[in-house]
């Protein structure tokens, strides 16, 4: 016989979107990072649904160089997600990725109700098309004001003042890759973290005012220094 | 990002014992934990984040090690740690066995534990922090993800007790808690967390446990497109209003037809019809003038009680599934229990002692404890000293064995007196009393 009536918390849809650049400078060993990245990211990811009671998380990713495309248009739940390699080459049309978010942001085509949207935009350098146009018209549907942006810089030549832009809140920082290995870590921290303060926050902490956003972001973990002339740097 | 230390490292805990990591376990918003040997044994090292890892905290963990658990609920910092090559400290306190799973896995209903199971865990988690709270100390961040237990027997244990200190400090309080569990005064910025705040936090983990849901979030909610931040802080801070306020039907629990997601309330409703009018009450006090005025909030002690008198509530329908027992509608005239919640059928209640106070439904596997039998109730259903039992021979009778050491004077419903010592056991039949010794009962039918 049952012994309770049975039921579980409703849970509200999570949209997360990686916007990635696929220009020509990402060709080589940078895109093959990444792929792996993102590959390494999806575990995490489900640990995150897994832990949180409240949330379903559904993944897309748009891919831009000349022009922009959905590489993966079909909102996937995080479980049954598959990522599949990206390759790189042509220009940096980041205004056009934007302008296609913005699409995919509007009311009609956005759930009732749901968790802030987590869009994490990788790019390795300077976009080549209108990226404050297409960023005009993202944050001009209501889905994407209130989404959580989160970019990452893969190497010098990204443009950290476009990435801070995007994310439009001086206290978050874009996240920079300075290497391939350092690529890994940060994708994974910019596939998590967000996706956990968007969906189920943790304890708050006192004096957080998160520059006046609406998801409360934990800063990243400082990049390990060496303590001693000794230590592997 | 992950792993400040690395298996095999060596840190030093504040005694000066080294401290060997075995394994990294997980990481959390303020640091890392890790699996320690910590002089042979297994234990479970927090790591903070060299952000996290303040002179503020080092002081408070100092005090809470130097304190000592408030009961062994509590996996609480037992040493700090060092080391030489990393920068910050840590902590190390027991390590969580693996039958405790997270209140979570609970309202995920990926666990299913038995009603008594449940309301034991509740007992469980209102007396430690009676036990933390008459210490002087508050703990300032009661939520899902810091509570555990054991579904097989509701027993359960605290974790990040790190975020402890004395009640009412004036220094900076590291965490204002979980934004679902903040009382309304912490989510409008007005106080930092005290133990007035932790009894609200409390409430609403219980009402989680019971009613499966949150019991602030209910028509509100459903308006809301994108729930963040400024949502909850209307929700849970500047608008709050209970789902079953008696006096306010502006976010009322809905129910599925009216909100198939859920989300506004719909388990919730289906839970609290099933709760007697003691519980319900107490819930209500909770988040109605409790909600606007932290100096009535119900306490601990209130909780005790009502969930004490819960526990005795509990009968199970001839389909075998619990129900409960309101003796609000037993003594109102023309009211009829409800029907049971599974076979939708008319229950049949068992045979029940009243002791005092306390009135207990006499279950095929019931049985009484001294917390029954005295005025000075303590809550503990370890050691029973009765216990429902078959007639060997004749299935059809019912009795109550004495498991106590005292011998039981028994007036039988004929008038007749009649000893029971221990080991013996006397038959259930309505309008037998019982002398305990310490207390007298009644059995009614």
Redesign the interface.
Known sequence: MPERPGGSLAKRPLQFIWIVDCSGSMQGRKIESLNLAIRESIKPMQDVADENPNAEIFIRVVKFSDGAQWHISEPTEVHAFKWSDLDAGGMTDMGKALTMLADAMKVETMPQRGLPPVLVLISDGQPTDDFKGGLKTLMAQPWGLKAVRISVAIGEDADLDVLQEFIGNPEIKPLVASNVQDLVKKIKWASTVPLKAASNPASRPQGATNGGSNVQIPAPPADAKPTSPADVF | ?NELLSPNQVVKSGTGQPCKVIKFLGS???GEVYKVDWGGSEFALKWY???NATPEQREMLQRLVSEGKPNDKFLWPEDLAFAD???GFGYIMRLRPPEYK?L?DL????I????IA?IVAALELVKAFRSLHIKGLAYR?I???NAFFNPATGDVLIC?ND?VATNRTTK?????????F?APEIVRGEV?PTNKTDLHSLSVLLFYIFC??HPLMGRKV?N???????A?TRIFGTEPVFIFDPGDRSNEALDKQRDP???AG??AL??WQ?YPKFLRDTFTKSFTVGLRDPDRRVTELEWLNTLAALRDAVFKCV????NFYDPEVAKTPGAHPALC??CKKAVKHPFRIRIGKALVMLNADSMLYPHHMADARDYDFSTPVAQVTRHPTDPNIWGLKNLSGAKWVVTLPNGKLKDVEPGRSVPLAENTRIAFGRADGEIRY
């Open positions: 990002m959390g918003g303020q984040y060299q952000q090559q990393v920068p997270s979570n309202v995920a209903g990926k299913q534990p038995t009603y449940l961040d939520s899902f993800g990040d975020n900076p309080c590291g965490v204002l808690g979980t934004p679902d903040m930092q499966f849901g459903s809301i497109r994108c729930w963040d931040t400024p909850r997601t859920g989300e719909g388990w289906v839970y099933l389909c075998g599934s619990p919640w599974h």
